[in-house]
């Protein structure tokens, strides 16, 4: 079993050609530290906040170069039985559930707007040691432009409770595990301001002490600005694009503006 419900992000990784080069960067921006790399598993290499596991980082797999992203892994007490469900659902599976070691079982999916994501069942490894805090996850969103499809995969493919963001101009759902009231993930609809060339992705949220120095030190490494800093109810943000290419967002959560919005059953 997992210490996180069915369907709660546990763990993000992602995989860089420069791998110290990735180390040094978000060791400047997010504070991070890291592990040994594990050489019997492809050099997987975990990213340490304040000594608590929040990420990894790796090289690519032969034969899997190309620009990085990263994966956000959903909770699962029976990965086979998830991919099931994520078939019947209509997604598609990249990886078949693979046992790790005595690490878990893990599993790569592209539900059908696009967005790939994973699965991970613990076994000694349980997750993020650390969320919600600087330097650790903090929130996920699914960028689609065929909202029908992800919302509807995704209420069939895990036990999410799903309520939509009451704002006209904004096409955004946020999914929380049925039968509780804290949302766990988002979904945001793709518009014209992206690029038809940019696929649907899963947009990972890293918290940081403060947004502004973040983008800072973000920027003086090489990364692009996409968005923000921009303050919402929820706290300041800005998404950005690391050297390599990995989509991330940084948000402090503590500078906040607003009031929170409301939300209506979906």
């Given at each position: 079993m997992t210490d996180f419900p069915e369907g709660t992000p546990c763990w993000a990784d992602a995989m860089f050609s420069d791998l110290e080069g990735a180390k040094s960067f978000y060791g400047d921006v997010l504070g991070w530290t890291f592990g040994e790399a594990a050489g019997e598993y492809g050099n997987y290499t975990q990213a340490y906040s304040d000594g608590k596991a929040v990420a990894a980082v790796v090289p690519p797999m032969p034969g899997s170069e190309g620009q990085s992203a990263w994966c956000l892994y959903l909770a699962s007490p029976d990965a086979a039985a998830t991919a099931d469900k994520v078939k019947a659902a209509g997604g598609e599976?990249?990886?078949e559930p693979m046992q790790v070691g005595e690490f878990g079982t893990m599993l790569l999916a592209k539900e059908p707007g696009g967005a790939v994501f994973g699965v991970w069942q613990a076994g000694q490894h349980r997750g993020?040691?650390?969320?919600?805090?600087?330097?650790?996850?903090?929130?996920?969103?699914?960028?689609?432009?065929?909202?029908?499809s992800t919302d509807g995969?995704?209420?069939?493919?895990?036990p999410y409770r799903a309520q939509q963001m009451a704002d006209e101009h904004v096409d955004f759902k946020v999914f929380s595990i049925d039968g509780t009231?804290?949302?766990?993930?988002?979904?945001?609809?793709?518009?014209?301001?992206?690029p038809p060339t940019v696929p649907a992705y899963v947009n990972v949220y890293f918290a940081v002490d403060d947004c502004d120095v973040a983008v800072k030190k973000a920027g003086d490494r090489g990364a692009q600005l996409r968005f923000?800093?921009?303050?919402s109810p929820f706290g300041r943000f800005a998404a950005l694009t690391d050297p390599q290419g990995a989509n991330f967002t940084v948000i402090d959560m503590k500078t906040t503006e607003g009031g929170m919005p409301e939300l209506k059953d979906a």
């Open positions: 599976l990249l990886m993020f040691e650390k969320r919600g805090e600087p330097g650790a996850y903090a929130w996920a969103e699914f960028f689609t432009r065929d909202t029908a995969f995704l209420k069939e493919a895990f009231s804290n949302p766990v993930l988002g979904r945001m609809r793709m518009g014209d301001e992206f923000g800093p921009m303050t």
